[in-house]
T-cell receptor
Framework: DQQVKQNSPSLSVQEGRISILNCDYT??????FLWYKKYPAEGPTFLIS?????DKNEDGRFTVFLNKSAKHLSLHIVPSQPGDSAVYFC?????????????FGQGTILTVHP | KAGVTQTPRYLIKTRGQQVTLSCSPI?????VSWYQQTPGQGLQFLFE???????NKGNFPGRFSGRQFSNSRSEMNVSTLELGDSALYLC????????????FGEGSRLTVL
């Protein structure tokens, strides 16, 4: 039972354009959502998060949107840069005492072409 | 500030053996979580420790165990290794209260032959 899904295994975009990565979830108990980026031979790195009481959070070139009714979140990267090429994981966590217990999606490989 | 350190980085074991992996969290971080990453299953939560107590546990068999020491360092152990245990094992630390914002190490790559 995959509670967090990233249906696109890969995404290719041109430098300077927008990258949109999508994620769907099924568990209504999730109340905090995060995006992580992973380069080869490195551990995942936290990128940006959003609480379920918000519908948008921005940090520089990165914006996360949350649509609770559709159980969908997306990560927008504008403008995309070649250094953004990595695997992107969305993750969700329930409230209460589940601080470090994340449920991850399968990941989307983003390739940004110069 | 030093990051999360995991040892060993690579190891090869045979079926039936047991293995212990070590994790040193970022200084001041008292919460340590462990994840297994495989191509087929992605990143899956193993367990989380805080102040030497297991706070959460994932859906893994009892062969997988862990502990945390008073200095917040953590170890995980896998007994009676199976071929399917071949994976990247990732440790992450976090500040208490920082929900989901984990700092990951580079992982320990386990190969079971």
């Amino acid at each position: 039972d995959q509670q967090v899904k990233q249906n696109s295994p890969s995404l290719s975009v041109q430098e300077g354009r927008i990258s949109i990565l999508n994620c769907d979830y099924t568990n209504s108990m999730f109340d905090y959502f995060l995006w992580y980026k992973k380069y080869p031979a490195e551990g995942p790195t936290f990128l940006i998060s959003i609480s379920s009481i918000k519908d948008k959070n921005e940090d520089g070139r990165f914006t996360v949107f949350l649509n609770k009714s559709a159980k969908h979140l997306s990560l927008h990267i504008v403008p995309s840069q070649p250094g953004d090429s990595a695997v992107y994981f969305c993750a969700a966590v329930k409230g209460g005492t589940s601080y470090g217990k994340l449920t991850f999606g399968q990941g989307t490989i983003l390739t940004v072409h110069p | 500030k030093a990051g999360v350190t995991q040892t060993p980085r690579y190891l090869i074991k045979t079926r039936g053996q047991q293995v212990t992996l070590s994790c040193s969290p970022i200084s001041g971080h008292r919460s340590v979580s462990w994840y297994q990453q495989t191509p087929g299953q992605g990143l899956q939560f193993l367990f989380e420790y805080f102040s030497e107590t297991q706070r959460n546990k994932g859906n893994f068999p009892g062969r997988f165990s862990g502990r945390q020491f008073s200095n917040s360092r953590s170890e995980m152990n896998v007994s009676t290794l199976e071929l399917g245990d071949s994976a990247l094992y990732l440790c992450a630390s976090s500040v208490q209260g920082a929900t989901g914002e984990l700092f990951f190490g580079e992982g320990s790559r386990l190969t079971v032959l």
